[in-house]
């Protein structure tokens, strides 16, 4: 079975730093292209960052400077970097990634989603 799995969120102050992780686990070839969103109460989901099969970058202006999004293709995962975390920034940070998956008569792109993982920033 493929799925993404995420990790490393939590509580800190403003500020601080969380890095978030997101593995792609089961029968999978790579991750052509990753991305976070976030979804704060109330609020609709919004793109935080993303990243392309070759590396390209793409921030939203409020995050621009503060987060880093990365990749490890040797380990699949795809990584947030927070730094100087505001709590504007509170939310559900969620994982998506256009995963390859092999398939006898031809591979296939599969769009999967994480469970969400949950980051609150106090002042």
């Known amino acids: 079975q493929v799925q993404l799995v995420e990790s490393g969120g939590g509580s800190v102050q403003a500020g601080g730093s969380l890095t978030l992780s997101c593995v792609a686990s089961g029968n999978i070839l790579r991750i052509n292209s990753g991305a976070w969103y976030r979804q704060a109460s109330g609020k609709q989901r919004e793109l935080v960052a993303d990243?392309?099969?070759?590396?390209?970058?793409n921030y939203a202006n409020s995050v621009k400077g503060r987060f880093t999004i990365s990749r490890d293709n040797a380990k699949n995962t795809v990584y947030l970097q927070m730094n100087s975390l505001k709590p504007e920034d509170t939310a559900v940070y969620y994982c998506?990634?256009?995963?390859?998956?092999?398939?006898?008569?031809?591979?296939?792109?599969?769009?999967?989603w994480g469970q969400g993982t949950q980051v609150t920033v106090s002042s």
């Open positions: 990243i392309s099969s070759g590396g390209s970058t």
């Open positions: 998506n990634a256009l995963l390859r998956i092999p398939r006898v008569g031809g591979d296939y792109t599969f769009d999967s």
